[in-house]
Nanobody, 127 residues
Framework: QVQLVESGGGWVQAGDSLRLSCAAS????????MGWFRQAPGKEREFVAA????????VYADSVKGRFTISRDNAKNTVYLQMNSLKPEDTAVYYC????????????????????WGQGTQVTVSS
């Protein structure tokens, strides 16, 4: 079992930055792939970013590429999502997700590839 707790959401203006954190407990964090997803009002949950076990590989949705950065600190059992140049369309509930793996490069982008989910944190970007 893996327990995930997100933090760092809030209300910001367009162009501002936020850093989300997701603390994990349970299984060995270094064996877990971490991802971020988001769900805007009235829309389906979508992939944002993922980072491999060793942080050697990251993948991003096209909509956030160049603005968001995913990183992880295996010593702190925490994954981060640094969000810069925020836009109103980034407004959503952001969820972190995890799945255990033996691969050092696997970075899934589909929701059904993740086994564990946090409760979400709200990010609101005003224009």
């Amino acid at each position: 079992q893996v327990q995930l707790v997100e933090s760092g959401g809030g209300w910001v203006q367009a162009g501002d930055s936020l850093r989300l954190s997701c603390a994990a407990s349970g299984r060995a964090f270094s064996n877990i792939i971490m991802g971020w997803f988001r769900q805007a009002p009235g829309k389906e949950r979508e992939f944002v970013a993922a980072v491999s076990r060793s942080a050697g590989r990251t993948v991003y949705a096209d909509s956030v590429k160049g603005r968001f950065t995913i990183s992880r600190d295996n010593a702190k059992n925490t994954v981060y999502l640094q969000m810069n140049s925020l836009k109103p369309e980034d407004t959503a509930v952001y969820y972190c997700a995890a799945v255990w793996t033996t691969s050092t490069t696997y970075t899934p982008a589909r929701q059904d590839e993740y086994a564990y989910w946090g409760q979400g944190t709200q990010v609101t970007v005003s224009s």
